[in-house]
């Protein structure tokens, strides 16, 4: 006696339905990881800001503020708003920007902490 043979049945749509949802969970996956790498670029860049006010500040050159603004407006940051408190020696820098896709990243710096560092 013959086997008996196996015959696969199209289900149509079937295909496209499967790469449709493959397609768009990898566009998916791909926004949250750009969107992560841009976040962590442009909390790396306010912490540099952050850290060259600081210096400036420790050397104590003038006009330190308005280099902190300066570089805030070429990097493209929208809605930027910079608080600096000096209650006597402390120092305290907050920065708050808005980058690509409404990403608003609020960083609070110390100058108390980082002066003990160097």
Avoid: W
């Avoid at 397609?23 to 952050?50: E, H, K, P, Q």
């Avoid at 910079?82 to 209650?87: E, F, L």
């Avoid at 990403?103 to 980082?114: H, S």
């Amino acid at each position: 006696m013959a086997p008996k043979q196996i015959t696969i049945t199209n289900n149509k749509g079937q295909a496209l339905t499967e790469a449709i949802f493959l397609l768009s969970m990898t566009g998916l996956f791909l926004y949250f990881l750009l969107r992560c790498l841009l976040t962590v670029i442009f909390t790396t860049a306010l912490d540099s800001m952050a850290e060259d006010y600081f210096f400036c500040e420790l050397a104590r050159k003038p006009n330190c503020e308005q280099r902190l603004h300066d570089r805030l407006r070429t990097q493209q940051m929208r809605d930027v708003a910079v608080r600096i408190k000096k209650p006597g020696e402390k120092i305290v820098l907050t920065i708050s920007a808005t980058h690509l896709a409404s990403m608003t990243i609020t960083r609070e710096f110390d100058y108390e902490k980082f002066r003990q560092k160097f």
